[in-house]
């Protein structure tokens, strides 16, 4: 019978002279990891976060356009010509004309900075109120806690789009029916937000100690609360204004937003879904395209935010 063979790992085989076998460091040899392999990037994305700076890159370009967009493309967005409807791409007009003529390219840029104006401004009266609601309903409980969460709890019970639509319908169109609409009902989710971070902060030993050095309950929400509660707001006030551009879009899509004949990419799709059947993409293929690229980039910032912000353990 032939005797098993065994492998010199196995029996931990010597080298010459009954030693182990060594490697040219002199130390028994090893298995080698596996390298893993790492994506090259600069030092300022390596120190930073990725998401942040790809969303700041992608919204910073698209603001820029707006921004200087209209100091070279000068033709009034909305001077009509009918003699020159649905004209194809050219140095006069680079994305052609719409059905009255107007240029495409000019009404795009004049109402990209309506929408993101409308979006961005209609952030700064909510996330200011419900700061300070959520404040002094997370502080002082009680009574204050009581009065302000159920008013919140009234907003919540109606859905957003349907309050907001009503209370334009109500108002009239226009920018100021958009921006008091939007007040009344975003402030409820920045209370919400912020009263359930100053009841956990509440309790820390150093807002304790400001109260037993005798600061002054306003101080101490002005210099300590707020500023350490502010950030979870900011985060979500990113989501916010991707909501608000929707909610203008819509609107002015329905015919109950931005007041014609102001340009806004609302009703530029508007516009634009009736001539579809006839080969005329342009005209609601833009602005849907902007406002899918906008909402991308603020949902990257709010991302990037989050995990810049988010506390430390």
């Known amino acids: 019978m032939s005797e098993p063979t065994t492998s010199p790992t196995a029996t931990g085989a010597t080298g010459p002279g009954g030693k ?16 893993r392999f790492t994506l090259p990037l600069p030092a300022f994305l390596r120190r930073h976060n990725l998401q ?8 910073g370009a698209m603001v820029l356009l707006l921004a200087i967009g209209p100091l070279f493309v000068t033709d009034d967005p909305n ?38 104006i409308v979006a961005v401004v209609a952030v700064i009266v909510p996330f200011i109120l419900g700061t300070i609601l959520g404040s002094l309903a997370g502080y002082f409980g009680r009574w204050v806690d009581i009065v302000i969460m159920r008013l919140a709890d009234i907003v919540s019970a109606f859905p957003f789009y349907v309050l907001v639509i009503v209370l334009v319908f109500v108002m009239g169109n226009g920018m100021g029916s958009i921006f008091v609409a939007i007040s009344a009902v975003s402030w409820v989710a920045y209370a919400r937000i912020v009263r359930g971070e100053v009841l956990v902060l509440r309790e820390q030993e150093f807002i304790s100690a ?7 309950t306003p101080r101490i929400l002005t210099r300590h609360i707020i500023p350490n509660t502010v950030s979870q707001g900011v985060i979500y006030a990113m989501s916010d204004i991707v909501l608000n551009i929707g909610v203008v879009v819509t609107l002015s899509y329905f015919g109950m937003g931005i007041v014609p004949p102001t340009a806004d990419w609302g009703q530029m799709m508007n516009d634009g879904q009736q001539y579809m059947g006839t080969g005329n993409y342009g005209l609601i293929l833009w602005p849907g395209f902007a406002v899918v690229i906008v909402s991308f980039a603020l949902a990257l910032i709010g991302d990037g935010l989050t995990n810049t912000l988010k506390p430390k353990r």
């Open 79 to 116: 001077r009509q010509d009918l003699l020159n409807t649905f004209a194809p791409s050219s140095i006069a007009h680079p994305l052609g004309t719409d059905q009255l003529g107007r240029d495409v390219l000019s009404r795009f840029l004049h109402g990209g900075r309506v929408d993101l």
């Open 210 to 216: 400001c109260r037993a050095s005798g600061l002054s």
């Open 52 to 59: 942040l700076w790809i969303g700041a890159v992608i919204l």
């Open 20 to 35: 182990p076998p060594r490697t040219r460091g002199g130390t028994a040899s090893r298995a080698t990891p596996t390298a």
